[in-house]
């Protein structure tokens, strides 16, 4: 039973691009939330999906947004990179919102 | 603002003994209060959790405290195993929202 897997494992990008993060929950699971860990840090709520809407969301601008899919895969979309924006970015998804999560082991994300 | 403190970056504690990791919250609208175990190179393992309504939940050599008067958990490893060197987060929950602290480092010694 495959659990959470996010793609890529490492991605290098230079200030003003954009990105795209890609995960796929455990089976079974419809929730899926991302978070932003910064070294050192503890992850940082991003925002949660659940049935294809955006359900919560922490305290980050606006470019940052996301999307579900029916099958309950979920992109991250970050525009405009900052040097700020560079952090380890997990997905992770549960049963229902108030669930414990399963993380995936995240995408490294470095600007330059 | 923080509202879940791990005031403690890293401790050590030998092989067989307890280790008590700490927490402290200050948003008393928490639902839920988890804790999770991180490897390097990988994501956080859920490892136990309580509901704001109880104040001790046991799993195995884990065992999580609530004082919600003092606005503090804790979390008890007896007796405490090499493999178990790790991040341990304390994490609250509402909403669907969860609300992480820093971490601590533990590292048990043989």
């Known amino acids: 039973d495959a659990g959470v897997t996010q793609s890529p494992t490492h991605l290098i990008k230079t200030r003003g691009q954009q990105v795209t993060l890609r995960c796929s929950p455990k089976s079974g699971h419809d929730t899926v939330s991302w978070y932003q860990q910064a070294l050192g840090q503890g992850p940082q709520f991003i925002f949660q999906y659940y049935e294809e809407e955006e359900r919560q969301r922490g305290n980050f601008p606006d470019r940052f947004s996301g999307h579900q899919f029916p099958n309950y895969s979920s992109e991250l979309n970050v525009n405009a990179l900052l040097l700020g924006d560079s952090a380890l970015y997990l997905c992770?998804?549960?049963?229902?919102?108030?669930?414990?999560?399963?993380f995936g082991d995240g995408t490294r994300l470095s600007i330059l | 603002d923080q509202q879940v403190k791990q005031n403690s970056p890293s401790l050590s504690v030998q092989e067989g003994r307890i280790s008590i990791l700490n927490c402290d919250y200050t948003?008393?609208?928490?639902?839920?209060f988890l804790w999770y175990k991180k490897y390097p190179a990988e994501g956080p393992t859920f490892l136990i959790s309580?509901?704001?309504?109880?104040d001790k939940n046991e799993d195995g050599r884990f065992t999580v405290f609530l004082n919600k008067s003092a606005k503090h958990l804790s979390l008890h490893i007896v007796p405490s195993q090499p493999g178990d060197s790790a991040v341990y987060f304390c994490?609250?929950?509402?909403?669907?929202?969860?609300?992480f602290g820093d971490g601590t480092t533990l590292t048990v010694k043989p």
């Open positions: 992770a998804s549960s049963l229902s919102r108030n669930q414990p999560q399963h």
């Open positions: 309580i509901s704001s309504i109880k």
């Open positions: 994490a609250a929950l509402r909403a669907g929202k969860s609300t």
């Open positions: 948003n008393s609208m928490f639902d839920y």
